[in-house]
């Protein structure tokens, strides 16, 4: 018997032993090792970030066989160096060094490119879309990334350890094999013409793969290409992979102006959109305080939820109380999936659609007619607030580059006592900072604070009113009762400063919550929907109320905190006063996710690619709030009708407002 299992253990060690074999050979199996695992890690992708239950297994391994260009085109790049020290037709190719350093090339270039792939499984629900190298820059600008990092690694802590575990079997698959030699001719002569024949060819085949083509004529591929096959755009994510898209992002160019219109076209549907002028009211010197509330959706605040049938949560009472003494928009929508997009959006005006990033980009020196620099020619201080580390995503520096004198961040607060460990200053010691630090500024003043304690991982200080929280602990929704504590506490030192009364107070999100998949609120009419609350304690500019017959975008924050003043000068915006919009007037929201537009009114969601004149989808939100069940346009001419009206309405402004910034015409 021990003899048996002596002989079964021989065998079981012989078909794991390394296999030798020469150089060629070695490299062609440690190649197809890479790809593989590199093509199979979009199975991750596809169980956690994408909507596919429903699909039929036919169409996810079509996703998956279209995936091959794109994972061939980003295996060639990562490994094209390893590739040349194999072939290269010398002879210490076949050195023990040499090998040895063709190992260390292997290693790290294909763990950087599997990691990356699985690290966007966790990241996809902040982008929307598959990670774009200037989204790594903005990464990398907080001064805290190692703690960042290191938060990340506790809470996506299964993503690290399946890239590990991938890497690992990476590495033991690569070892598999043992590079034995080089082939050789009959003579030396013969030799070298087929060793540099072979360098050519293989060399050849990693430039084809490289173009994602099998021609070396024309364009290579592009991430447009994952479009081609897909149902849904949505489906581009799962035929793409993180890498592949990254490389193809290193050099992004200038935007290119979409013509969808001459320039008569245009300027016969927007008319009026260059420049939008005081009403002739004597301009208000109100203070302004606006709030964006991290991951600050509706859904949160009961007053406000537009979820049909929602249950009271009780999660936010404060600004429940206060959204009925405050004039409400109730449906307003973001622009996009990120903080810097809605920053952008709320402080300068325009929107920031993914993949675009504002500060980075040719255009971030632009002149721009902010609210913020508006009001500072006006004589207003202008100071922005947010406790994170210096830096972080360019968003401080973006406030500074719309007309903000200063910025008070971690750096300024100076007290790492209420450092959260990871973003910077806990919400309530910043609420406290905040209107403390407003009693020394000259009125009048206007000024930003976006709060960050509501951003994942959620952490709330254990020794600052600890008490009565209904949800658990590291939750969003313990979270948000925290923001809404520490709000409330703002609200009651603000209430003993001498600014107060006279001063306008606005509280609105940067964006939806990204951290409810799976639930009734993961769709885009929900998600995207932020509250846009106007208090204002005297009365006299704004009553309580609520506007519902009409949509607001994040872009028209300012135009609409700017007609509340009577601001008397003519300026340009892409967002509208919605407050003093004439009745008639056609204005909708555009919010962008997945890669696809999405045009809302109050009645309509319209999905459109930005392409053509036929949307992708419409929906009726009156009684589809979750975007299911799609409307038959061809069986329904008023819906038909309205849903071409919102997609040219959209081409307009997407021509017009793209004209403007490339060619630095947002302002006068």
């Not at 658990?472 to 925290?482: K, L």
Request: one cysteine or more.
């Amino acid at each position: 018997m021990d003899r048996a299992f002596r002989l079964t253990g021989k065998i079981a060690m012989a078909q794991i032993r390394r296999i030798s074999c020469n150089i060629w050979i070695a490299t062609l199996w440690q190649c197809a090792v890479a790809f593989v695992l590199l093509w199979l890690s979009r199975v991750v992708f596809m169980v956690y970030d994408c909507k596919l239950s429903g699909a039929d297994v036919g169409y996810m391994c079509r996703l998956m066989w279209q995936g091959i260009p794109f994972d061939l085109s980003a295996w060639a790049y990562f490994n094209a160096l390893f590739v040349v020290m194999r072939f290269i037709p010398a002879p210490f190719v076949a050195s023990r060094g040499w090998l040895l350093a063709t190992d260390v090339v292997y290693i790290i270039t294909n763990s950087l490119l599997l990691c990356i792939n699985i690290a966007d499984v966790a990241m996809f629900p902040f982008q929307g879309s598959r990670m774009r190298f200037a989204a790594i820059k903005s990464f990398f600008t907080d001064s805290n990334l190692g703690g960042i990092f290191l938060s990340y690694s506790v809470e996506y802590w299964w993503a690290f350890a399946m890239a590990t575990a991938i890497v690992l079997f990476m590495i033991w698959l690569y070892r598999r094999v043992c590079p034995a030699g080089l082939p050789k001719a009959r003579t030396s002569i013969l030799t070298g013409l087929m060793r540099g024949g072979v360098f050519i060819a293989v060399a050849a085949v990693v430039v084809v793969c490289m173009r994602g083509r099998l021609s070396v004529i024309g364009k290579g591929l592009k991430p447009a290409d994952a479009a081609r096959g897909v149902e849904r755009l949505d489906d581009m994510n799962v035929v793409l992979n993180t890498p592949f898209n990254i490389i193809h992002s290193l050099k992004d160019r200038p935007l290119e102006v979409p013509e969808y219109f001459t320039e008569e076209e245009l300027a016969a549907i927007r008319p009026d959109y260059e420049v939008v002028q005081g009403d002739g009211r004597d301009m208000s010197r109100r203070n302004v305080m606006l709030i964006v509330i991290e991951s600050g959706g509706q859904l949160w605040i009961d007053r406000l939820n537009n979820a049909r049938d929602a249950a009271p949560r009780g999660l936010m009472p404060f600004l429940d109380s206060l959204a009925s003494e405050s004039l409400v928009v109730r449906y307003n929508f973001t622009t996009g999936r990120r903080s810097n997009e809605g920053l952008t959006a709320i402080l300068g005006g325009f929107p920031m659609f993914e993949p675009f990033i504002y500060m980075g980009s040719p255009y971030e020196s632009n002149t721009v007619d902010a609210m913020p620099a508006l009001l500072r020619r006006k004589g207003y201080a202008t100071k922005y607030y947010c406790g994170s580390n210096h830096g972080s995503f360019a968003i401080d520096q973006m406030a500074m580059m719309m007309g903000m004198q200063s910025v008070a961040d971690r750096e300024t607060y100076a007290d790492d006592r209420d450092f959260d460990g990871v973003w910077g200053i806990y919400d309530h010691a910043m609420a406290r900072y905040v209107a403390s630090d407003l009693s020394d500024i000259s009125a009048p003043w206007m000024a930003c604070w976006f709060t960050l304690s509501s951003h994942a991982p959620f952490r709330v200080p254990e020794y600052w009113r600890t008490d009565g929280y209904l949800s658990q602990a590291g939750s969003m929704e313990r979270s948000m009762e925290y923001v809404d504590r520490s709000l409330s506490y703002f609200f009651e030192t603000a209430r003993r400063q001498p600014w107060y009364d006279n001063t306008l107070f606005v509280i609105t999100g940067d964006h939806g919550c990204r951290d409810l998949h799976g639930t009734v609120y993961d769709t885009p009419w929900l998600y995207s929907s932020i509250p846009m609350i106007i208090y204002d304690p005297s009365g006299e500019i704004a009553s309580p109320g609520e506007i519902n017959d009409r949509v607001m975008s994040q872009v028209d924050t300012g135009a609409t905190i700017l007609g509340l003043l009577g601001y008397d000068e003519p300026y340009v915006s892409m967002g509208r006063d919605i407050l003093h919009m004439s009745p008639v007037e056609r204005h909708y929201a555009i919010y962008k996710g997945n890669n696809v537009y999405h045009i809302i009114s109050p009645r309509l969601v319209v999905k459109w690619d930005g392409i053509g004149d036929i949307p992708l989808a419409v929906y009726d939100v009156t009684v589809d709030e979750s975007l299911e069940h799609p409307v038959d346009i061809a069986y329904d001419m008023d819906m038909a009708v309205m849903a071409d009206s919102m997609i040219t309405y959209a081409k307009a402004y997407l021509q017009d407002f793209t004209q403007r910034l490339v060619s630095d015409r947002l302002h006068r």
